[in-house]
């Protein structure tokens, strides 16, 4: 099984001289083969399916195909949110998966009041169920999913003052949400949710989707679901999640060029952080202490960081040319801020082959104030006063963002 000890490839069997040892961190605009990435083409059609092998294979596990799916409206309230926005209870059921896989319930508030045309929305991974999410008396309650935090089960508004749904139909986005548990519980266990039915023989033991892959995978059903939501704009979908769920959507968004814009919030080791010289939270604790989140690969590089054949960068590079917002607290030093930073230092150049603007100045914000035209480009720290969790400042900042340089609406 993907994620336990057993899975783990073991130091016996790796070779690695395939794994030179590099404190470098290894090029992105060269392809396996030394040729230099010179185009845009090189790096889309050529480098980009590179380097999407390579972290699946050693890192995330692969991504499954997608799935065909019914979608069910199990829930219409218009009047929700006080009457700001129209709830939608969605339910994906997969129709090629066994009857007893089980559906990701999508809750989806639009705003009803918005400017003319097609809605933006962000989608974001909860943690603890949809009710969690907000204090709206209308979401449904389930309490048959797994999640770590008992208290929070079935608790109507737990995070209603993290995720700020309200503030954000206030200024006209749609927002979605979808339970981890629904594809994968967070835990090394692998018998429930979606592992067993899209765990794959094709793929070696140790590159089979892990957790993080898992959930990506759901938030990507969802998005398919969004796409086709009349009301909502395709060209503006983004994602947003926090710490293990930052890594999650960037990953997501490194996979899928739906995204518009990623949001990997407090996303640190295996997110936004680089691997080398992390003087926080290192490979070697995160495989130990989540060893359910990565694939078996990702095992040996645990202490052997030198040897990982790419680095973060490389998977954020993937979201290029699209926006990435990298949103920290410099409270929050286990995330890692500067060496995120020093990902989207290593990351400009491909938005800059690309023909974006990239990196603005050094790319590091420390108050919403900054976010102005010409100040910022489609790379960007925001670092508030902040420790490890969401606030309304820092969506405040997102939306800012997010209206200044998202395309303009489409018409419906
Ligand atoms: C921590 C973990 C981090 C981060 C965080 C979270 O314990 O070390 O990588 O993911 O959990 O998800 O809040």
Redesign the pocket.
Known sequence: QVGTQEASPGTPAINWDAYPESTALPELLKLKNGTTVKTPEDWMKRRRPELQELIQREMFGYLPAAQPFTATVTKMVPDAQAGKATLKEISLKFTQLPPEAPEIRLALWIPNRHPAGKIPVFLTLNYCGNANVTTDPHTTIHTDRYCSKKEWIGQRGAQADFWCVEQVIDRGYAFATYHESDTKADKNEWTDGLFPYLKSDQVPAGSQPATIALWAWGLLRCVDQLAQEPQLDPRRICLLG??????TVLFAAAMDERIALVVPHQS???GMALSRENNQ?TVE??NR??PHWFCGEFKKFGGNEPRIPFDQHAVASLVAPRLLLDTEGDQDA??NFPRSLETLKAIDPVWKLLGKTGLVGSGLITSVAEIQPGKVGELLQLRLPEK?TLTSEFWTGILNYADLMLPKSTTP
């Open positions: 926090h710490s293990r769920r930052g890594k640190g080791t295996g939270e604790r995160i202490v989540f286990w995330a490890h």
